[in-house]
């Protein structure tokens, strides 16, 4: 990076903002943008030692919007939900001349953004735990085997739900996001063919879960990429949460996912899914789990290779993703155009910064299947 490059951190003060500007302190100088300026004030002192400008900016302000991008080299879009601002964030950094990174948006703003003018300028959208990280660690298992036939993932853990990434999350089971109750066989979604036993305990896990099959645009695009087949699991320690799901989920019943995201999810389901996750995360440590095994053949051989990564938070495992996104634009690692993270990013590379962000993150690599049913589920 030649110079001292200008980050723009639109939602700065959020918990997935504060994560990128934790990493990004003391190497780019900082802009943080926000609808309350105290929140912003309080985020950039307490993660990054003042350093750096404030900007009070709604995001679904275009005139205030693309004055907070003027100047950026880059802007990263921690704002939410992403299910509504949608590519208004990526539109207004394309014009400001500016690199982008987000942490959300998936297919749908890929999408959106992708036939845009992108020349001289690299837009990472997908850049975080889920989608994101979710899609690296598979990759990093790939190159121990001659060939591999299956991929099954969870992710989840114990967490309260912020507004933007409760809506987010309910959006994401359906609206173009990903599919519930679905798995990938040859290439295709396919019903997944039975419950998961429950509960089941992850590597690094402190406690019990029950795993609810669910496939993300971004599995689904792996499991092409690699042409094998996959399970994913969405995973939730806590009863309140997962009683929660089962009620929503049986109201959407009754047509197929749609294809593109609509205006946003009813206030009263992201209460109530805020509401859940606050009873389970009472009294308990919070923590955040990716976990992925890989199955094929070794030196001739069938073989089973796992990696689990454990969080104090889904939040800083995002911001470790975004600002890992930003680093790499700036430094010209990023082709020019619309790229996924997990199609772009080194894996080590990610891992390792994380791991220096935030010490009591916690990788695990084993020889061994990811996943053990607890005994009182026999």
């Known amino acids: 990076m030649a110079g001292e490059p200008t980050v723009g951190l639109l939602g700065g003060s959020g918990a997935v903002g504060r994560g990128v500007l934790r990493a990004l302190a003391g190497t780019v100088r900082l802009r943080v943008g926000g609808r309350d300026r105290k929140r912003a004030e309080r985020a950039l002192a307490e993660e990054a030692d003042g350093h ?22 880059a802007v990263v879009n921690c704002a939410g939900p992403s299910c509504r601002l ?13 690199h982008y990174v987000d942490p959300g948006g998936d297919d749908p703003l890929h999408r959106r953004i992708v036939h845009h003018d992108w020349r001289g300028r690299s837009a990472v959208v997908s850049a975080g735990m889920l989608p994101g990280l979710s899609g690296l660690l598979p990759l990093d298992l790939v190159g121990e085997f001659d060939s591999i036939d299956r991929v099954t993932g969870y992710a989840g853990g114990i967490e309260r739900f912020s507004p933007a990434g409760a809506e ?45 099959p669910y496939v993300s645009s971004e599995f689904l695009r792996l499991c092409r990429r690699l042409a094998v087949d996959g399970d994913w699991y969405n995973v939730f320690p806590g009863r309140h949460t997962v009683d929660f799901l089962r009620r929503f989920q049986a109201g959407q019943a009754g047509g197929g996912p749609p294809e593109t995201v609509d205006a946003g999810v009813d206030a009263a389901a992201v209460a109530g899914l805020i509401g859940a996750s606050a009873l389970d995360v009472a009294g308990r440590s919070p923590e955040q789990l990716l976990v992925i095994e890989a199955t ?53 590379t990610v891992l390792s910064r994380i791991g220096m962000w935030w010490p009591d993150c916690r990788i695990l690599r084993s020889d061994a299947a990811a996943v053990a049913v607890d005994e009182g589920a026999l």
Not at 86 to 98: E, F, I, P, S, Y
């Open 52 to 73: 750096g400008e404030i900007h009070v900016v709604d995001p679904q302000d275009g005139d205030a919007l693309a004055r907070f991008c003027d100047g950026c080299d």
């Open 86 to 98: 949608l590519d208004a964030v990526a539109l207004a950094a394309l014009t400001a001349g500016a």
């Open 168 to 212: 987010d999350f309910l959006a994401s089971l359906s609206n173009g996001f990903g599919w519930g109750g679905m798995c990938v066989r040859a290439g295709d979604l396919r019903p997944s063919p039975a419950p998961h036993p429950d509960p089941v305990r992850l590597p690094l896990s402190r406690t019990p879960a029950e795993a609810r």
């Open 296 to 348: 094929g053949l070794r030196s001739g051989r069938p073989a089973v290779r796992s990696i689990a990564v454990r969080a104090g938070s889904g939040a800083a495992l995002t911001g470790g993703v975004a600002a890992c996104a930003v680093l790499a634009v700036l430094e010209g690692a990023i082709p020019d155009g619309v790229h996924h993270a997990a199609d772009i990013l080194p894996v080590r």
